[in-house]
């Protein structure tokens, strides 16, 4: 997102809002964030891809969805608005552009830009795109989450007939033909079931207190007719077949992507205008932000699929095995170059030097590569025990230079007697100075987030 269209359209607020909501949800039918960073020019959202474009694009395409299509699409919007809705978030922007399928026909929710936390006072904030806003928005009045189920309405509305319910192109047309009349569709009229009307037309009341949903929420608009003997539970786990599924590439407008080659130099400049204002620092500040329980839900899952894909696939499991048995291969070796040395250190006339135990040594090695992936879970509690070990003891000194390396990582796996290492090791093992193993104590860090994503 450009600083300076931000800037220019003074919406400032509304982009640290968003990031603030998104970074408290996360939900199957939501599009999730998982962290925000800056740069000179841009605000940047690192977001889950989703390749199967929104429902404003494939209705622009074919002008009309089925009543079965329709019925899926507002399961999965009103199961992203019950999880945002029980957060105490109004979203206040539900359009067909801002419901986003994945590859198998899914739908999720996006842009919380104008999203709000419900408060009893909010007659003063009237955000949203004519066409979805309920009446009590337009006209100025407090609200509650039953705007977001007028906005259901106008959706299905437009599926059915191919209009949107209160069609005009500003707000004061559309104010009034709200005051003029109440919108209804006529059963009779249309080649859908009389409970899809039914639904549709109780989402669309005026008077919110008439509207679906008033008095018991989402559960209401679950409960009606139209959605008897519907299967949330398989619809929660996505274990349905979407009757809608897009292609699987080339589902955006195009010109979406089309870039101005001198917005680059046009935007430095007005943004270096911007920089001379009072405070211009103070106006993006704290926006960098990265959700780690997201990040790791994100590589589980992504893990998990792959091992599934892994297993089904024999050539892949076979490789397997053989990095294990090779990388068990490497670790005796190690630990057989490192007994020897350890000899050497005991007939040594350098009284200062008393290696008398060799699991109370900690070996610093410069090309340990972790990769848990690959072992198994008695090789991962192995790894982990070493861990605390490392962490609880000292660790000692080999004071001369027979071993040489840069440390990476140091693993020790105690079992009473010996050490089990269990990780794979690069055979470049030459000597390791005092210098370095003084340098380098403690595990290292886990690498930067943003190297997750490059």
Known sequence: MSKVKIIDKNCEKSIKGEREILSKLH?????????????????YLVMDLLTGGDLRYHYCRIRRFTEEETKFFI????????????????????KPENLVSDENGYIRI??????KTNKLDNSAETSGTPGYMAPEV???KNYTFTVDFFAIGAIGYEFMLGKRPYNGDNRKQIRHLILKSQVQIDKDKVDWSEESVDFINKCLKRIESRRLGYLHGIKELKEHKWFENFNWDELFNKKLIAPFIPKKEGNYDKSYCEVDENCGE?????????????????????YTYVNLDLVNYFINENTSTKRQKNSQNKNDDVNKK????KNNMIIKEFL???????KKHRNSNNNNIIINNFNNINFNVNSLIINKNFLGNNQKKSIDKSEKLIKKENISQLPEKELEANINKKLIGRNKSNIKRKDFINEDLNNISDKNINKKKGLLKSPSIFSLFS
């Open 27 to 43: 939900h199957s039918f939501i599009v999730n964030m998982y962290c925000a960073f800056q740069d000179f020019e841009n605000l």
């Open 75 to 94: 399961g999965c919007v009103l199961l992203g608005l019950e999880y945002i809705h029980n957060n105490n978030i109004l979203h206040r922007d539900i």
């Open 110 to 115: 996006t842009d919380f830009g104008i999203a």
């Open 138 to 140: 337009i006209l100025s």
């Open 266 to 286: 046009e935007t430095k400049i007005r943004y270096a205008s911007y920089t001379e204002r009072k405070n211009f620092d103070k106006l993006f500040f704290g």
């Open 322 to 325: 053989e990095r294990i048995g």
């Open 336 to 342: 057989n170059k490192s007994k020897n040395l350890l």
